[in-house]
């Protein structure tokens, strides 16, 4: 096992730049998730560790250890692509202990290790079969087991799971965990899928046209985004242009007695919505902001309900999308469109809603102007 850091790790080709300036350090048995679309520079990362791709500058370390130049044979790494890519000619035992064959291990060791690995992949009693004759979901669980069995300093995944069906990927996920976590080996992976990056990490990065956006555990990442584009990638959200009208106690607000005590809410206008934040120290009266409220955070509220909300606001019900748990509510807010999505048993009693409706809500994000910029938006 090893930390892997990153410094500045750079990869460009030609005048197009891949990854800039990566840095990073992963802990000694972190399982670290690189999330981002598709070309943000994700799988060039995570080839760079591996040695398959070269930076243009920067370094990568495991522990103490400069890898960045050492082939890909010299770093003890287990990479796991999308498809499993056995060897269709070699038994599922053969196709395990092929790395270990290629290393001069005994022929006993090796049967003793391929079954020990295929035991750990829930795949004993499996080792004559050819992998003609598994599953998609069996062909993988081969694969990892295949990566194990050379004892590889660091794990890496390529996402592993894209080609697999949403009921596979789901309990395979789980099964990539409990293997790390059994190991205690350091991984690092890749994927497009937030519930995966979720599900599964200690900690996510989330990348964006080949930059580090924002790194932090899901609660984090999901809550508290600090970039338009993170606040827009993770999950579902409302997103409104607005200007900061009044912070705390000045320019009109409520704590009019010390305008030097710290400030804990902020005013914006928003399309002519007048909505209530939380207050952080870079915000200005007068500045251009983004603000962010989360569907599943906003509340219908019935007739005459005096539920208290830091922001209730009116519109006309657009449409009323069923999802099955959920049901998308879309509303037209001073002519801008609202999505609140509602669970439980109250779901069912909007498919039929039309009309004017009352929406309450508490928390908004708020990104200043200066991040608005640096991220490009």
Do not use: W
């Not at 082939?71 to 990479?79: D, K, L, M």
């Not at 395990?96 to 035991?119: D, H, Y």
């Not at 206008?269 to 009266?285: I, K, N, Y």
Request: hydrophobic letters at 40%.
């Amino acid at each position: 096992m090893a930390a892997v850091r990153f410094e500045s790790v750079t990869k460009h080709y030609g005048q197009t730049v891949a990854v800039e300036e990566f840095d990073l350090d992963v802990a000694d048995g972190e399982f670290v998730t690189l999330l981002g679309p598709s070309g943000c520079g994700k799988t060039t990362t995570l080839r760079m560790v591996a040695g398959l791709i070269e930076p243009s500058g920067g370094r990568i370390f495991f522990d103490a250890r400069d890898v960045t130049r050492l082939p890909p044979r010299s770093r003890n790494i287990g990479f796991v692509f999308q498809t499993p890519a056995l060897f269709p000619h070699l038994s599922v035992a053969d196709n395990v202990g092929f790395g270990l064959s290629v290393k001069g291990a005994k022929k006993g060791p090796i049967g003793e290790r391929v079954e020990e690995m295929l035991g750990m992949v829930g795949l004993a009693g499996y080792g004559a079969r050819l992998p003609g004759q598994l599953s998609g979901g069996q062909q993988q669980r081969v694969a990892l087991a295949r990566v194990l069995a050379t004892d590889p300093t660091v794990l890496l995944f390529d996402e592993p799971l894209s080609a697999l069906d949403k009921n596979l990927r789901d309990t395979l996920k789980y099964s990539i965990l409990a293997l790390q976590r059994t190991t205690r080996k350091t991984a690092i992976y890749v994927t497009h899928d937030q519930s995966e990056a979720f599900a599964i990490s200690d900690r996510i990065v989330v990348m964006n046209s080949g930059r580090i956006e924002q790194i932090g555990v899901q609660t984090d990442i999901y809550l508290h985004p600090r970039t338009p584009f993170v606040a827009d990638f993770i999950g579902a959200n409302n997103g409104l242009a607005a200007t900061v009208t009044a912070i705390g106690g000045r320019d009109g607000g409520e704590d009019g007695e010390d305008n030097d005590a710290p400030q804990q809410s902020v005013t914006l206008l928003a399309t002519g919505m007048e909505l209530h934040a939380r207050h952080t120290p870079e915000l200005r009266t007068g500045q251009a902001v983004l603000a962010y409220i989360r569907p599943e955070n906003i509340a219908v509220l019935a007739d005459g309900d005096t539920t208290h909300y830091d922001n209730v606001v009116e519109g006309t019900i657009d449409r009323v999308i069923f999802e099955g748990p959920t049901a998308q509510l879309r509303v037209d807010v001073g002519g801008h469109e609202l999505r609140a999505d509602v669970s439980g048993t109250e779901r069912l009693t909007l498919v039929q809603r039309a009309g004017r409706v009352r929406l309450g809500f508490n928390d908004v994000t708020v990104i200043a102007a200066d991040d608005v910029a640096a991220s490009g938006a």
